[in-house]
């Protein structure tokens, strides 16, 4: 049997609920209704068992941020679609993960999701920025840590313009662009 597509990874940069799960879910529905093999590589899910035991310091963000990266390689090499919601904070790290699928040609697509940090503090999704301002927690990515912005991402999402689903389509859009849809 060939496999008619072929695979890429669209990793989703930027802050705690900047919207990159939201968005990594409705493209992951839309592909999957399109017939595509997609894998979304959750943070949360990733830190439970690949990256267990790893905290949030800069090594092991490094550390966490690799591991993903190289299982969303393997996938997206193999014709799976690869959305990766991950913070990723550091230009470095994030550098590696790209020059891992340049060099294997497998397609790479860096999304920053680029809400502003006040308008992640009001969504708040997980309740992290209230308690890093009541000093229950401290280094939150954005607020007392650091977050590296993309200079160059392939696509850059304004989520506090836009509808979740306008976010997922531009997204949609850029894979169509590239011709991985
Ligand atoms: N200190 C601190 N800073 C940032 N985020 C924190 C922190 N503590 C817990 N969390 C929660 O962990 C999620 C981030 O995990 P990631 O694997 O995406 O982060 S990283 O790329 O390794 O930096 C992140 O998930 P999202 O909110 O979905 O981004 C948070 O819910
Ligand atoms: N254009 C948009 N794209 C994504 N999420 C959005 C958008 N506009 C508003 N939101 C809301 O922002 C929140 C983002 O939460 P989440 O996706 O969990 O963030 P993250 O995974 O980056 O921490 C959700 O409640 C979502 O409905």
Not at 41 to 51: A, H, K, M, N
Request: proline letters at 6%; charged letters at 20%.
């Amino acid at each position: 049997m060939t496999c008619q597509h072929r695979g890429a990874t669209v990793w989703l940069t930027g802050l705690p609920s900047a919207g990159k799960t939201t968005i990594a879910g409705r493209l992951g529905a839309r592909l999957r209704a399109a017939g595509h093999r997609v894998e979304v590589l959750d943070g949360d899910e990733i830190r439970t068992f690949l990256s267990a035991g790893l905290g949030f310091s800069r090594a092991d963000r490094d550390t966490n941020v690799q591991r993903t990266g190289l299982v969303a390689e393997l996938l997206a090499r193999n014709g799976v679609l690869v959305l990766v919601p991950v913070i990723a904070p550091y230009a470095d790290s994030r550098a590696a993960v790209r020059a891992r699928h340049k060099a294997t040609g497998t397609p790479y697509l860096e999304v920053h999701v680029a809400t502003p940090v006040e308008v992640c503090i009001e969504r708040d999704v997980k309740g992290l920025y209230a308690q890093q301002a009541a000093g229950r927690l401290s280094g939150l990515t954005g607020v007392d840590d650091p977050y590296e912005p993309p200079k160059e991402p392939d696509l850059i999402l304004d989520t506090h313009l836009q509808s979740p689903a306008e976010s997922a389509r531009a997204v949609h859009a850029a894979l169509t662009a590239r011709g991985l849809v």
